[in-house]
């Protein structure tokens, strides 16, 4: 079964930048369409960057600017980097399939990786 491994979160202040990473376990084509969750406490989990299938990648009005998602195919890893964070984007991130992926790219929830941003 197909792992998700995010890491890379950590505590920084507002203004700051982090990048989580996201591991996939096993080489698989659904990289292309991953995309990039979160969920703050209390909330539910919203879409903050997604692929589609052909190539392009959409973000979240409250983080377009700031956040870019990436990969590396060779080592079945996406990234998301995050700069000038603000205390709102604190939040437990999640990889996962993008919205418009093939359902089979719909693999179990990782544990997530916990960014707090202090303002």
């Known amino acids: 079964q197909v792992q998700l491994v995010e890491s890379g979160g950590g505590l920084v202040q507002a203004g700051g930048s982090l990048r989580v990473s996201c591991v996939i376990s096993?080489?698989?084509?659904?990289?292309?369409?991953m995309g990039w969750y979160r969920q703050a406490p209390g909330k539910e989990r919203e879409l903050v960057a997604q692929?589609?299938?052909?190539?392009?990648?959409y973000y979240a009005d409250s983080v377009k600017g700031r956040f870019t998602s990436s990969r590396d195919n060779a080592k079945n890893t996406v990234y998301l980097q995050m700069n000038s964070l603000k205390p709102e984007d604190t939040a437990v991130y999640y990889c996962?399939?993008?919205?418009?992926?093939?359902?089979?790219?719909?693999?179990?929830w990782g544990q997530g990786t916990q960014v707090t941003v202090s303002s």
């Open positions: 692929t589609t299938n052909i190539g392009r990648t």
């Open positions: 996962n399939a993008s919205p418009s992926a093939p359902v089979y790219c719909r693999f179990p």
């Open positions: 096993t080489d698989n084509i659904c990289i292309s369409t």
